[in-house]
């Protein structure tokens, strides 16, 4: 048994639980007003936007390490070395004053060696660093285009799910209305089949269609789950989605031809890749000329024997230069790598001239789909109303009981039809007005 104080403090505890699970609570909570709402949260959090904005970084790095070959270089050294058996050199004994035909052994440093010091270097003429720096960053200008190409298709994707969910959660609302109607017309068919008015097998019909009705209803909250959990996974959100704004009277522009390609994310950055492998040709082109650089370097040296009888020997050395590399022989390497880097540059062509007619098709392709649902919008709200006004008809011509349920049940399934149509519809023209007119 717990005593009274234990009781207390665990309430609190409870309480104070409680109280900090709320925030978390309500940050899996998450509300859309519209879908420029959803495109700046995706562009934020989203995993796909935060890696295509990784690549313009990456290639940015890339940049600075190419540059930093061109700059100047400063290391710092030191060694140790023990020499067992010392350089020797035999020298004429007149060197030492001893008498002619004599030589002397000479033995050069003492066998425990330390060396400490720094080194300088410095490009001067390196024609293919040069060239690679400037290959960099265009690949760089690349990455930026490519990282907005990303983002177009990851907002593309965005855009399609998200009226997705809104034809899902209208055509999920109609049916809630049909569920209404149905009870309505099971109530008057009850009460005419009570009165011995009407057939027992247009009950049993009436009947289905109601059940028809309410499966449809299961199947239509499964797929409203099923756009949102499609949305949410773009997102890479958790927690419950709400989206506020709902499909309803569209100003439909006109629109006479497709938006250019030029100002394409995709297109821009095939141009950059054929840049930048024209710069790759001429860096394999200047990779074998000669290259000039400045070297300096600074030693202190340190001998000694570790024994009391020898004095260390210590002195300092420098030099400053130039340093003049010519290659000569590489095995063929910078040949190949030119044809490397010209077969390189023939499938940027290539992938440019796929990039083209993929955009350009893409683009007549949702021009052509934007032009018929603005063609289709009049129609199908005329057909709204008109399917619309018949079902009036049919629900009071049910109730007054001057209409057979054949009749009544192909009105309600063509106003149906109609409704879905018209939904479908708006979404559409709304969805490829935004994307033939690149506003993504």
């Known amino acids: 048994m717990f005593s009274l104080h234990e009781i207390d403090v665990m309430r609190f505890l409870n309480a104070l639980f409680g109280f900090l699970l709320i925030p978390a609570l309500s940050s899996a909570q998450m509300q859309v007003k519209n879908l420029e709402e959803l495109l700046r949260y995706a562009d934020k959090n989203g995993p796909a936007a935060k890696q295509a904005m990784l690549q313009p970084k990456l290639a940015k ?26 350089i020797t050199q035999v020298i004429p004994g007149e060197a030492f004053g001893r008498p002619p035909g004599e030589v002397t052994k000479v033995q050069f440093g003492l066998p425990y060696v330390f060396t400490a010091g720094t080194e300088f270097s410095m490009p001067v ?9 400037k290959r960099s960053k265009t690949q760089y200008a690349q990455a930026q285009w490519g990282s907005k190409a990303a983002l177009e298709d990851y907002h593309i994707q965005l855009m399609q799910a998200y009226y997705q969910v809104l034809v899902n959660r209208e055509v999920l609302r109609l049916n809630r209305e049909n569920v209404t109607i149905t009870d309505e017309l099971i109530r008057v068919m009850d009460a005419r089949l009570q009165a011995g008015v009407i057939n027992p097998a247009d009950f049993n019909r009436s009947k289905n269609l109601q ?37 309803g009277d569209y100003n439909w522009p006109v629109v006479s031809t497709p938006a250019s390609i030029a100002n394409r994310a995709a297109w821009n950055e095939a141009k950059f890749n054929i840049r930048a492998a024209e710069l790759a040709v001429a860096e394999a082109s200047r990779g074998g000329l000669p290259r000039l650089g400045v070297a300096g370097r600074y030693t202190y040296n340190y001998q000694t024997k570790f024994q009391d009888d020898f004095d260390p020997a210590e002195f300092s050395m420098a030099n ?47 021009f052509a789909q934007y032009t018929e649902a603005f063609k289709k919008n009049e129609e199908l709200k005329e057909k709204v109303t008109a399917s619309g006004e018949n079902l009036k008809i049919a629900n009071l011509s049910m109730r007054e009981g001057v209409m057979e349920f054949d009749e009544y049940n192909e ?7 109609a409704r879905i149509e018209y939904l479908q519809n708006l979404a559409d023209g709304i969805l490829y007005h935004l994307l033939s007119t690149q506003k993504f």
């Open 320 to 366: 400053v230069g130039l340093r003049l590399d010519v290659p000569l022989f590489q095995g063929n390497y910078y040949r190949a790598l030119k044809q490397k880097n010209q077969l390189l540059l023939d499938a940027a062509h290539y992938e440019q001239e796929q990039t083209e007619a993929q955009l350009t098709r893409q683009q007549a392709d949702w």
């Open 61 to 86: 790095q890339d940049v600075k390490l190419t540059a930093s070959n061109l700059l100047p270089r400063v290391n710092a050294f030191a060694t140790g070395d023990y020499y067992p058996i010392l």
């Open 125 to 133: 003429i390196d024609l293919g660093k040069w060239a690679q720096l």
């Open 211 to 247: 059940l028809d009705v309410r499966t449809a209803d299961l199947s239509y909250n499964r797929m409203l789950e099923q756009s949102i959990n499609a949305l949410k996974n773009l997102l890479a959100a958790n927690g419950d989605l709400t989206i506020i704004e709902n499909i």
């Open 411 to 417: 009105i309600f399934r063509e106003y149906n039809r």
